[in-house]
């Protein structure tokens, strides 16, 4: 994605993302990883209005945010600024997939409610594919993201695709059942962090909204690489403390 929808840069809806407070749940699993050194980078994908960010800064991380929107990065920035105490967030206008960064540096990768606005399937993988490679051996993952139950069983994706819908609003998302979210993953070298299922959320109204969370250990594949310190990438742009 490297053109966002007209719909990310409406006012009311960025005005919608400026007041709502975090995932309890993605700060509780962050807070596993704060300390894996002095200041853990922690890598926020499609940060919005910086619902996450903040809080991610408030723990200690340093907290690079991405988006495409640039309402949402300024509605992001002003959040930032009226915290009652400087935070370490470092807020850079990125799509989902490349992203302008070395690999292996983060300790932290927060999808959160990103990858489902992957276009095709192709987008979502390279994605993931995007952020296994930032991560560092051992990083955390969290990943919230549509379910398939928030359309009808009678919707069928579209053509030539497994898990992209346009029937939801007259874009192409991506709804991923619990299979597909742990396949997906592990394609992309990414372990579960733990064997129960998924938490799925709303999934009881016939049209509400479902997601789905996955806490994902380390990437296999950057497990894999040399635990020699690596050359910086010359494109990568995390800003200087």
Known sequence: MTRVS???ENR?????????????VLITFARRF??????????????GAARNALPLAELGFRVIATDLSAPMIDAARLRILAAPAPAAVDLVRAPMQPLPFAGGVFDLV???GIWNLAGSAAEFRSA???????????????????SRSTLTPDA??????SFVYSSW????????????VIAEMAAAGFVRDAPEPLTEYNAAGPRGLSSQECGAGRPRAAAARSPEPRTPNPESRIPNP
């Not at 704060?34 to 940060?47: E, F, H, M, T, Y």
């Not at 993931?128 to 549509?146: D, H, K, Q, S, Y």
Request: aromatic content about 8%; some cysteine; charged content about 20%.
């Open 6 to 8: 007209p719909r990310w």
């Open 12 to 24: 009311q809806t960025v005005a919608g993302f400026t007041s709502g407070g975090p995932n309890e």
């Open 34 to 47: 704060r300390d894996v050194s002095a200041q853990p980078l922690c890598l926020d994908i499609g940060c």
């Open 110 to 112: 927060v999808a959160h």
């Open 128 to 146: 993931i594919a995007e952020a296994a490679r930032v991560a560092r051996p051992g990083a955390g993952l969290f990943l919230f993201t549509f």
């Open 156 to 161: 069928r994706p579209d053509a030539g695709e």
């Open 169 to 180: 609003n007259g874009e192409p998302q991506c709804f991923l059942d619990e299979g597909q």
